[in-house]
């Protein structure tokens, strides 16, 4: 009976995991290495417990919340760092900033529920895994440096000392991207500080700083190499930290899969435009060097509302203060960071999907925080920075001379907020280096002024308040040094085709009621890579689309106007469509823009026609990065007669239903059928029964996704082994071959 009760106990807590009420109090428990638990609901005057034990003593848990609503300051969830609640108490909390996460000290965790008499909140869900307690880590006594190689491998501190210098500098397999997960992690906050750079050394970019006991979200490589360094100061320590390195050939799809991605460049995208699956909990952190706040713009925002969420975190974990927290189909406002870091992190539940979101976001230098206090004259030289006041005084007079990086570039000036008393705290600007020179406009009050482009490669920007005690929040506005446009305007309809491999464009100035369009096809195997200098558009009516592909059939990159530029963009193919359309009503300036191409190693990625491929060597890839609507490809491949085909997939992502993949085991599509397949699932590795395979992609007329990578190798077929029925003595000279027994009887004493 011991046993039956504990089986129905064990289910129990499976079946809650899966997202039930909680209405009567419980006490559950589990040896289950990994799982899901939670309240998609409760009732009042709770008690329920969650006892996570597992049966290996040399494992600890990670516990993640990905939901979190109890009523704040009555409703408490608490986690003891043991089996019962003697045990250390890790935290206590209620209300809607989600918890964690938590790493046990040892195999088990406890998680208590308790809920008072009144109000009840929408609940919580967590996760656990499990993961083997790092041997060998030693205490950090004295600074050290070491070198660390391999596919994975583990590294940390077991507590440390005073005035330490240590680093760790981490080389994995060649051609594949290092994943850094943290397992623990506790140091003196502020004082003891771990460094993460994605590179061979500390020249490369700093990834993120960590102290505290939070700990870091998982940290992917651009490449094969992670440079971490721990420096402590002169007075206290704590327990130290433990970490652990993987290898990956491709990393997962942020909005299908549990994944971190880490965002270095100053301006980019984020987001799943294409749809997300269930059950995710992945961030995006954005995450730039140097005095820089940043600005995130949604494009668009279609999530199961009330339950699919879209938070913004001003930091770099979720414990940072929340910005935004968004679900349904409105798309929400800009949001701006306080600092150079923001987490953007996606939640779904286990049901309901939607068509997912997508931001762009840019980096601006920080203003002073004292502001303009007193009268100032600034020479700036660089290529891009910001000007402005934070704030300022009665009676100041401020200069800015903007000069650009060479007489052949201009300079674009963008505000990107303005707050001045109207009519007497005045922004001049100048089109050149002194007042003698044509004034482009003055503004005050609070509407923000248009941007502006030079004539040549001075701007002069000049403040003035005056003396009557009346002061506002101040303005901002970024500015660059951008080469100069000889694009023509825009000011009737018209369609280009540019095939060079690298080119400008855009419209120096456009009319009303125009559609124009710019289709870039460069060599295939080639990817785009394009760049926008200067945008100036009539917001939410003159729009800039970019399609990742030959025409506005192909799936959409994104939707731009207004006065914010567009972040660098790259396609996944050799084709990228752009269209410009104005309405009827004002115009502004127009746009500038160039693109480049670059080299993807491989020809075989063109799937924007019907196609017939031919692949005959041992090893290779293949695949569609980006496809059609209504084409055909197909591959034969064909190896050495004595081998035979294991082909695997590191990507894939097409139209559910719609646009298949079929695999044959044969050399056309007459052979026996191995496999079809559609969706974002990475189908699993599939062998041939003989040397040759032939896979067929047949995609419908509406939507279009990603596509896919394969990789295929040919391997010695087994099967032209013979059996081993009795005792045999083989003499092998051939400088290669292959040996073996395809199978064997009893009483065998064989040797080659």
Same mark, same amino acid.
């Given at each position: 009976?011991?046993?039956?009760?504990?089986?129905?106990?064990?289910?129990?807590?499976?079946?809650?995991?899966?997202?039930?009420?909680?209405?009567?109090?419980?006490?559950?428990?589990?040896?289950?290495?990994?799982?899901?638990?939670?309240?998609?609901?409760?009732?009042? /005057?709770?008690?329920?417990?969650?006892?996570?034990?597992?049966?290996?003593?040399?494992?600890?848990?990670?516990?993640?919340?990905?939901?979190?609503?109890?009523?704040?300051?009555?409703?408490?969830?608490?986690?003891?760092?043991?089996?019962?609640?003697?045990?250390?108490?890790?935290?206590?909390?209620?209300?809607?900033?989600?918890?964690?996460?938590?790493?046990?000290?040892?195999?088990?965790?406890?998680?208590?529920?308790?809920?008072?008499?009144?109000?009840?909140?929408?609940?919580?869900?967590?996760?656990?895994?499990?993961?083997? /307690?790092?041997?060998?880590?030693?205490?950090?006594?004295?600074?050290?440096?070491?070198?660390? *190689?391999?596919?994975?491998?583990?590294?940390?501190?077991?507590?440390?000392?005073?005035?330490?210098?240590?680093?760790?500098?981490?080389?994995?397999? $060649?051609?594949?991207?290092?994943?850094?997960?943290?397992?623990?992690?506790?140091?003196?906050?502020?004082?003891?500080?771990?460094?993460?750079?994605?590179?061979?050394?500390?020249?490369?970019?700093?990834?993120?700083?960590?102290?505290?006991?939070?700990?870091?979200?998982?940290?992917?490589?651009? @490449?094969?190499?992670?440079?971490?360094?721990?420096?402590?100061?002169?007075?206290?320590?704590?327990?130290?930290?433990?970490?652990?390195?993987?290898?990956?050939?491709?990393?997962?799809?942020?909005?299908?899969?549990?994944?971190?991605?880490?965002?270095?460049?100053?301006?980019?995208?984020?987001?799943?435009?294409?749809?997300?699956?269930?059950?995710?909990?992945?961030?995006?952190?954005?995450?730039?060097? @140097?005095?820089?706040?940043?600005?995130?713009?949604?494009?668009?925002?279609?999530?199961?509302?009330?339950?699919?969420?879209?938070?913004?975190?001003?930091?770099?974990?979720?414990?940072?203060?929340?910005?935004?927290?968004?679900?349904?189909?409105?798309?929400?406002? $800009?949001?701006?960071?306080?600092?150079?870091?923001?987490?953007?992190?996606?939640?779904?539940?286990?049901?309901?999907?939607?068509?997912?979101?997508?931001?762009?976001?840019?980096?601006?230098?920080?203003?002073?925080?004292?502001?303009?206090? /007193?009268?100032?004259?600034?020479?700036?030289?660089?290529?891009?920075?910001?000007?402005?006041?934070?704030?300022?005084?009665?009676?100041?007079?401020?200069?800015?001379?903007?000069?650009?990086?060479? $007489?052949? *570039?201009?300079?674009?000036?963008?505000?990107?907020?303005?707050?001045?008393?109207?009519?007497?705290?005045?922004?001049?600007?100048? +089109? @050149?280096?002194?007042?003698?020179?044509?004034?482009?406009?003055?503004?005050?009050? #609070?509407?923000?002024?248009?941007?502006?482009?030079?004539?040549?490669?001075?701007?002069?920007?000049?403040?003035?308040? +005056?003396?009557?005690?009346?002061?506002?929040?101040?303005?901002?506005?970024?500015?660059?040094?951008?080469?100069?446009?000889?694009?023509?305007?825009?000011?009737?309809?018209?369609?280009?085709?540019?095939?060079?491999?690298?080119?400008?464009?855009?419209?120096?100035?456009?009319?009303?009621?125009?559609?124009?369009?710019?289709?870039?096809?460069?060599?295939?195997?080639?990817?785009?890579?394009?760049?926008?200098?200067?945008?100036?558009?009539?917001?939410? %009516?003159?729009?800039?689309?970019?399609?990742?592909?030959?025409?506005?059939?192909?799936?959409?990159?994104?939707?731009?106007?207004?006065?914010?530029?567009?972040?660098?963009?790259?396609?996944?193919?050799?084709?990228?469509?752009?269209?410009?359309?104005?309405?009827?009503?004002?115009?502004?300036?127009?746009? !500038?823009? #160039? %693109?480049?191409?670059?080299?993807? @190693?491989?020809?075989?990625?063109?799937?924007? !026609?019907?196609?017939?491929?031919?692949?005959?060597?041992?090893?290779?890839?293949?695949?569609?990065?980006?496809?059609?609507?209504?084409? *055909?490809?197909?591959? =034969?491949?064909?190896?050495?007669?004595?081998?035979?085909?294991?082909?695997?997939?590191?990507?894939?992502?097409?139209?559910?239903?719609?646009?298949?993949?079929?695999?044959?085991?044969?050399?056309?599509?007459?052979?026996?059928?191995? =496999?079809?397949?559609?969706?974002?699932?990475?189908?699993?590795?599939?062998?041939?029964?003989?040397?040759?395979?032939?896979?067929?992609?047949?995609?419908?007329?509406?939507?279009?996704?990603?596509?896919?990578?394969?990789?295929?190798?040919?391997?010695?077929?087994?099967?032209?082994?013979?059996?081993?029925?009795?005792?045999?003595?083989?003499?092998?000279?051939?400088?290669?071959?292959?040996?073996?027994?395809?199978?064997?009887?009893?009483?065998?004493? !064989?040797?080659?």
């Amino acid at each position: 009976m011991r046993l039956h009760h504990a089986a129905v106990l064990l289910i129990a807590f499976v079946t809650i995991s899966a997202g039930s009420a909680c209405t009567s109090s419980h006490a559950y428990s589990t040896s289950a290495e990994s799982g899901h638990f939670g309240c998609d609901s409760y009732g009042a /005057r709770l008690t329920t417990t969650w006892l996570i034990q597992l049966t290996q003593t040399n494992k600890q848990i990670l516990l993640s919340f990905d939901f979190f609503d109890t009523e704040a300051n009555y409703d408490f969830v608490r986690i003891y760092d043991g089996p019962s609640t003697a045990s250390p108490l890790l935290g206590a909390y209620s209300g809607s900033v989600i918890p964690g996460p938590f790493t046990s000290s040892a195999n088990s965790l406890l998680i208590s529920f308790i809920s008072d008499a009144y109000v009840e909140g929408n609940g919580f869900r967590a996760s656990w895994s499990s993961f083997v /307690r790092a041997e060998g880590i030693i205490p950090c006594d004295t600074s050290r440096d070491v070198a660390l *190689e391999g596919y994975s491998g583990d590294f940390g501190c077991n507590g440390y000392g005073n005035q330490i210098h240590s680093s760790w500098s981490i080389t994995g397999s $060649p051609g594949e991207r290092l994943v850094l997960t943290f397992h623990t992690f506790e140091t003196e906050a502020i004082y003891d500080i771990l460094t993460v750079y994605d590179g061979a050394d500390a020249r490369a970019n700093v990834v993120g700083t960590y102290s505290g006991r939070s700990i870091p979200p998982p940290i992917t490589a651009t @490449g094969n190499q992670f440079y971490v360094t721990l420096v402590t100061d002169y007075s206290l320590t704590s327990s130290g930290f433990s970490a652990s390195w993987s290898s990956v050939v491709e990393f997962a799809d942020p909005c299908f899969n549990n994944t971190n991605k880490i965002l270095i460049p100053q301006q980019g995208y984020v987001g799943c435009p294409y749809g997300y699956g269930n059950n995710v909990n992945s961030t995006w952190l954005i995450n730039v060097v @140097g005095d820089f706040i940043i600005r995130l713009n949604f494009l668009a925002l279609n999530t199961e509302e009330g339950a699919d969420f879209v938070t913004i975190y001003d930091g770099s974990t979720t414990d940072s203060t929340v910005l935004g927290r968004f679900s349904g189909t409105i798309t929400p406002e $800009p949001v701006t960071s306080s600092g150079n870091r923001m987490l953007i992190l996606l939640t779904t539940d286990s049901r309901n999907i939607a068509s997912g979101f997508s931001a762009s976001y840019e980096t601006v230098h920080a203003l002073q925080p004292g502001g303009c206090s /007193r009268s100032g004259t600034f020479i700036l030289t660089s290529s891009q920075d910001s000007i402005g006041c934070n704030g300022y005084l009665g009676g100041v007079t401020e200069e800015w001379h903007i000069s650009s990086r060479s $007489p052949s *570039e201009v300079i674009n000036l963008t505000w990107q907020s303005f707050d001045t008393e109207g009519g007497h705290d005045i922004v001049y600007v100048y +089109d @050149g280096n002194s007042t003698s020179d044509p004034l482009v406009y003055s503004a005050s009050g #609070s509407n923000i002024p248009d941007p502006v482009v030079s004539t040549a490669d001075w701007l002069l920007v000049i403040f003035v308040a +005056d003396n009557n005690g009346i002061e506002k929040g101040g303005f901002g506005a970024i500015f660059e040094s951008i080469i100069v446009s000889d694009n023509a305007p825009c000011t009737h309809d018209q369609n280009y085709i540019l095939t060079e491999q690298e080119g400008t464009f855009g419209c120096d100035g456009y009319g009303n009621g125009v559609t124009t369009t710019w289709q870039i096809h460069v060599e295939s195997g080639y990817l785009v890579m394009l760049e926008f200098h200067s945008f100036f558009t009539e917001l939410l %009516y003159d729009y800039v689309t970019i399609y990742d592909g030959p025409d506005a059939n192909s799936e959409s990159l994104g939707r731009w106007s207004g006065a914010f530029r567009p972040p660098k963009i790259s396609s996944a193919s050799n084709f990228l469509f752009v269209v410009f359309t104005s309405d009827s009503g004002v115009t502004r300036s127009g746009f !500038s823009a #160039s %693109y480049s191409s670059v080299f993807t @190693g491989s020809d075989a990625d063109s799937c924007f !026609s019907n196609q017939q491929y031919t692949l005959t060597d041992p090893d290779g890839s293949f695949g569609c990065t980006g496809y059609a609507g209504n084409v *055909e490809i197909t591959w =034969a491949i064909t190896t050495a007669s004595d081998t035979i085909i294991e082909l695997t997939f590191t990507d894939f992502l097409t139209e559910y239903n719609y646009d298949r993949l079929r695999i044959y085991d044969g050399p056309n599509s007459q052979a026996h059928l191995l =496999a079809t397949y559609s969706g974002y699932l990475i189908p699993d590795a599939i062998r041939s029964t003989s040397n040759k395979l032939f896979l067929s992609f047949i995609t419908d007329e509406s939507v279009q996704y990603d596509g896919f990578t394969a990789q295929y190798h040919s391997i010695q077929d087994s099967s032209l082994v013979s059996a081993c029925t009795s005792s045999t003595h083989t003499t092998i000279t051939k400088p290669s071959g292959q040996f073996g027994c395809n199978h064997y009887g009893n009483s065998i004493d !064989s040797n080659w």
